[in-house]
């Protein structure tokens, strides 16, 4: 599975290796206390409906892009640095990604994930 950005028509993988934080414990955990990720890699937060979600930082060790999403449209992309931000947006879907790695992604790009 990979995640792929479609700003306008020409699709491109943001993460070839994706993970998923499905359970209340994983969401909740997110990427605390690991070291580091790979570069070509995704966290994925499904949710059941939009609605405002948040994500912090807090025993995260280095600084992610994060995409908001509802139905694969991107409403919000923000960098977050290590242990101190926090941030927030309507979302069904949020996407955490190594720094850098949505730096060509806006709000109305379409993000989904592709098998």
């Known amino acids: 599975m990979k ?42 937060f499904p949710f059941d409906r939009p609605s405002r979600q948040f994500i912090h930082m807090l025993f995260v060790r280095f600084p992610l892009d994060v995409l908001w999403l509802v139905d694969d449209e991107v409403q919000q992309v923000s960098t977050l640095r290590p242990w101190l931000s926090l941030d927030y947006a309507t979302a069904d879907t949020v996407v955490e990604l190594p720094s850098g790695a949505a730096a060509d992604v806006s709000a109305g790009d379409t993000v989904r994930l592709d098998s």
């Open 3 to 44: 995640l792929v950005h479609e700003p306008s028509g020409a699709a491109r993988p943001l993460a070839t290796e994706v993970e998923f934080a499905e359970s209340t414990f994983e969401q909740g955990r997110g990427l605390m206390f690991r070291s580091s990720i790979p570069d070509d890699y995704a966290l994925v």
